[in-house]
């Protein structure tokens, strides 16, 4: 694979021989350098439109969540004979990619090299080493993409239905297929491909069968989508049957554990950050020292104020614990934990526009709604669904799980960790400007290639950052209860960090796990046993707050001290999200150029 040479050697260089030419043999003789020398980012930009056109055709379901919608009525039936379609693919792009010299090109496209390069590389690795497909049977469930083609509004709604009775008419295949597939999976991911299937059915119930009576479709339509409904609903029914009665008896299950070599090895494709997986979970380590040292501050500042005259704990630990335990009790009821969801998103993008922070788009919906349940069970209370790059105009969901399976027990302690304080980091996190503002803009920017191949590290890093930013400007006052709330908020970031390698690399058991989450994190026990379950059954993601978090913010602190009085935060944080979701590191590299 070709090495990246310095972009600023590559720039040095090109300016001398500009100079030298035009001084020897005139204008033209430049002209015709430069042109020659944009020739391979021509040739390479024409490529990339070839890439994607040839990656949608083979991956229909990420192209209609990308708003790409050509494909929708394409099902892919995940096959041993289709893994090796995919991996003639990737074999016929690797060549292919062999074409440009990565010097050749300009900075920017040298990041989508390394991009598509990744990607790449990361599929042959997933497909041939590590083998999800046979062992994680959640993998396995077409509701969510039939849920996104049927709430869609970029096609007729005869159009959107007419791609779904297609698509599902192979729902029998595709679920043959995945019981082949399935050899030794874990208990886990077992139970959680039970769980979402169930729910998953209701994407084939009362509103699907609502939109075909309401359709322009012809009776004769209407009644094989109608039976394709129905074939598919027990060609699901069937796929929980075999996992129960066929999968579960036998208990030949294989561990959740990755293990160090392929945990490192997939943390280095998801995350591309320039530290080992080892390096951030020592780094993490020590931001949980650094964190705990902060906590005591702002815990012994503020005991004298919720514990008046009473004798503060020699303990750090109990001490921060007692003060963190007063301010949790102030939280919102079990019933209106959605509906408080929101109510506070006017009053963040309020507080964005009055602090000129970032410059919002009013036009692009935010919509506040309920987890569909075939989403639900993953161990993440909340989540966004954002449109992809093709389908801008496109809603962006916030989905919030309601309490309503939870005990009144479990729904308090779920509500103590997600107290009138913390709420409102959340919805930072979640909503603006974090994960739905930073998407937003991911959606404007140039590079096709990097908005679809989007960072993990990059997205949840700078939800975190944003945090931190709304925070150091003053949000909720800087009070030391919002601060010290956040400094539990991101010990839970960090100690994320610590468990995904301790889970997947160590042999951390749940009792230790969550032990250390509720002593060291100040976590409820609900809180903490769904953090256990999550790093169950999910590998490296849990390390992507913490890695993208110290990127960005380490980045920000660099360019203000180079720009000093100069230095705006909102010039850095519309900067930084300029270049869609690239990694960190690219990002970095753009940015220090640019500045340069």
Not at 25 to 38: L, P, V
């Amino acid at each position: 694979m070709p090495h990246l040479f310095s972009p600023k050697l590559i720039w040095s260089t090109l300016l001398a021989a500009t100079s030298l030419l035009a001084s020897c043999g005139g204008e033209s003789e430049s002209r015709k350098i430069a042109e020659a020398d944009a020739q391979p980012d021509a040739s390479f930009g024409r490529y990339k439109t070839q890439f994607i056109d040839s990656l949608w055709y083979y991956n229909p379901e990420w192209a209609s969540g990308a708003g790409y919608h050509r494909y929708d009525s394409l099902l892919t039936i995940p096959s041993a004979g289709r893994r090796q379609v995919e991996a003639a693919f990737v074999a016929r792009r690797l060549k292919d990619m062999q074409t440009w010299q990565l010097n050749e090109l300009s900075t920017d496209n040298q990041i989508d090299y390394q991009l598509m390069q990744n990607y790449l590389h990361g599929a042959r690795w997933y497909n041939d080493t590590l083998q999800a497909w046979q062992w994680d049977p959640s993998n396995y469930n077409i509701s969510g993409n039939v849920a996104e083609i049927l709430n869609g509004r970029y096609q007729p709604l005869d159009r959107r239905l007419r791609s779904i009775s297609l698509k599902i008419s192979r729902a029998t295949d595709y679920y043959e297929a995945a019981k082949n597939n399935i050899s030794r999976p874990t208990r886990e991911h077992t139970d959680l491909a039970i769980l979402q299937t169930q729910g998953g059915m209701d994407v084939f119930g009362k509103a699907l069968a609502d939109s075909v009576a309401r359709s322009g479709l012809s009776e004769q339509e209407k009644q094989q989508l109608t039976t394709r409904i129905g074939v598919a609903r027990l060609a699901m029914q069937e796929y929980v049957r075999f996992l129960k009665e066929e999968v579960l008896p036998k208990k030949n299950f294989r561990s959740f554990r990755l293990g160090q070599a392929l945990f490192a090895r997939k943390f280095a494709y998801d995350i591309q950050s320039s530290y080992t997986a080892e390096q951030v979970y020592q780094k993490a380590l020590a931001h949980k020292q650094d964190l705990l040292r902060d906590m005591q501050v702002r815990a012994t500042r503020l005991w004298p104020k919720y514990f008046p005259g009473q004798p503060q704990p020699a303990d750090t630990l109990v001490l921060i614990q007692q003060v963190i335990s007063k301010l949790s009790a102030k939280h919102v009821s079990k019933d209106g934990f959605v509906a408080a969801v929101k109510a506070q998103i006017p009053t963040l993008t309020k507080f964005v526009d009055d602090k000129k922070l970032l410059t919002q788009d009013p036009s692009k919906p935010l919509v506040v709604r309920e987890t569909p349940k075939y989403m639900r069970g993953g161990g993440a209370g909340a989540s966004v669904s954002a449109p992809g790059p093709y389908d801008k105009g496109a809603d962006t969901y916030y989905n919030v799980e309601p309490l309503d399976n939870l005990t009144d027990a479990q729904a308090e302690s779920y509500l103590r960790e997600y107290n009138d304080y913390t709420l409102q980091i959340l919805n930072i996190h979640e909503a603006i400007p974090g994960h739905y503002t930073q998407l937003v803009y991911a959606n404007r920017a140039p590079s096709l290639i990097k908005s679809i191949f989007g960072n993990g590290a990059m997205i949840e890093g700078w939800a975190v950052y944003s945090e931190r930013m709304m925070l150091e400007n003053g949000y909720a006052g800087g009070s030391d209860e919002i601060w010290l709330m956040w400094d539990k908020w991101n010990m839970r970031v960090t100690l994320n960090a610590i468990l995904d390698h301790e889970v997947h690399v160590g042999n951390i058991t749940e009792a230790q796990a969550v032990a250390m989450l509720r002593r060291d994190g100040f976590q409820e026990e609900t809180e903490a046993r769904n953090k256990w379950r999550r790093a169950t059954l999910s590998q490296v993601q849990l390390s992507s707050y913490f890695s993208g978090y110290t990127d960005i913010y380490g980045l920000r602190e660099e360019v203000k001290k180079r720009e000093g009085n100069e230095f705006s935060v909102k010039q850095f944080n519309e900067q930084f999200l300029s270049y869609g979701n690239a990694p960190v590191k690219y990002i970095r590299q753009l940015m220090l150029k640019k500045a340069e």
